[in-house]
């Protein structure tokens, strides 16, 4: 996790990454050892208390300050490039990944698709590479929404392993 120079800075984004999705009943939550590269977290989707196979990962970054971000219309941009990141990395993943990003001061998450998880039509689904600085504010109905579009996204690409 890249995070500000403020030692609790990234020790207060994981717990609040753990808040934000432990209010699901649904996802399993696997912190990812230091050094693996830049996925912090690796969360299952279980259906009925059952692991289902389904995953999506997570990368986090976080600042101190709520002041490091932009407002613009519907959307937020980090103001300092120091928070980029390497998609090179995460290109090749097999599953969904999104960044969720924290602002430590408040406590507000935001979030954006890494490989967004993409049904083009029936037989053809893909993770689409998101290379927009453009950052959703994150809260119990954008997470919801991100469970909906990995579910949907496992559920046609077991429709094309099964024809």
């Known amino acids: 996790m890249q995070t500000e120079s403020n030692w609790y800075v990234g020790l207060r984004a994981e717990a609040l990454a753990k808040v934000y999705l432990t209010r699901r009943d649904d996802l399993i939550i696997s912190e990812q050892q230091q050094g693996a590269g830049n996925l912090d977290f ?12 389904r ?5 986090l970054k976080a600042t101190a300050s709520s002041s490091d971000l932009i407002q613009e219309q519907y ?18 993943l097999p599953f969904p990944m999104c960044l969720f990003f924290f602002t430590v001061d408040n406590d ?48 046609h690409k077991s429709n094309l392993i099964k024809s």
């Open 42 to 53: 690796l969360l299952k989707i279980t259906k009925d208390g059952k692991d289902s196979g």
């Open 75 to 92: 959307f937020f941009k980090v103001r300092h490039q120091k928070y980029n990141f390497n998609i090179s990395f995460f290109k090749d």
């Open 108 to 155: 507000k998450g935001y979030y954006k698709w890494i490989l967004e998880p993409v049904v083009k039509d029936d037989n053809n689904v893909a993770l689409k590479i998101n290379e927009y600085e453009e950052l959703k504010l994150l809260n119990d109905e954008e997470i919801d929404n991100i469970i909906m579009m990995v579910n949907n996204w496992y559920d």
């Open 55 to 59: 995953m999506f990962g997570i990368e």
